[in-house]
């Protein structure tokens, strides 16, 4: 178990496609734009996480689930506080999720999963975070409150083994983690930019 300074200075901040042309600094002035890599970093060092000391940086896990299948993830950061707390945090580079985004929440329910069944963590001593390095926003999730079971996933990836997994195009797909991935949420974005315009 071994503790590291998050920020590297050396390493480049890892963007999607879609963020690299970031729509924000459309107005900006010429010759006052902040690269947003900077702007990034700018936000994430006037955060409260700059101050902390992780216990893990991009931490990998593997969740096994019913049915034999495994989930494989990585977390940004993984904290624990002086009371005994947990706190897993993912940063986030893109735009914040619509409040009607119904699976927003996944990601930190899987952590959540993998904290109890890999470090025992009992979940109410665990907190898991989104930090919106673009705004500045941090939202910290009880994990009690989370309540996707393993039972869940292994529905979910049945649905998707099935092919009865159809992409439904919204407001979510600007915050998508898998925009990159998927041709319906790309066509979605691209026409309601062109729409915009």
């Not at 624990?80 to 945090?89: F, K, Q, S």
């Amino acid at each position: 178990m071994g503790q590291g300074r998050l920020e590297d200075p050396e390493e480049p901040v890892d963007l999607a496609p879609e963020e690299i042309g970031d729509p924000a600094r459309a107005h900006e002035p010429p010759g006052h734009a902040v690269p947003l890599e900077q702007k990034l970093k700018s936000t994430w060092q006037a955060s409260r996480f700059s101050g902390m000391i992780p216990r893990f940086t991009e931490q990998a896990f593997v969740l096994a689930i019913s049915d034999g299948l495994l989930v494989r993830g990585r977390i940004d950061a993984v904290y624990v506080h002086e009371d005994g707390t947990w706190e897993l945090v993912d940063y986030k580079t893109g735009r914040e999720p619509d409040e009607a985004d119904a699976v927003a929440r996944l990601q930190l329910a899987i952590y959540s999963l993998a904290a109890q069944e890999v470090w025992k963590v009992d979940p109410s001593r665990l907190n898991l975070t989104y930090f919106y390095l673009g705004s500045g926003r941090a939202d910290p999730i009880p994990a009690i409150e989370l309540t996707t079971t393993g039972n869940d996933l292994t529905a979910m990836f049945g649905q998707v083994q099935s092919g009865r997994f159809e992409p439904r195009p919204g407001v979510i797909c600007h915050s998508c983690d898998f925009l990159r991935f998927c041709s319906a949420g790309q066509r979605h974005v691209s026409d309601n930019t062109t729409n915009e315009d």
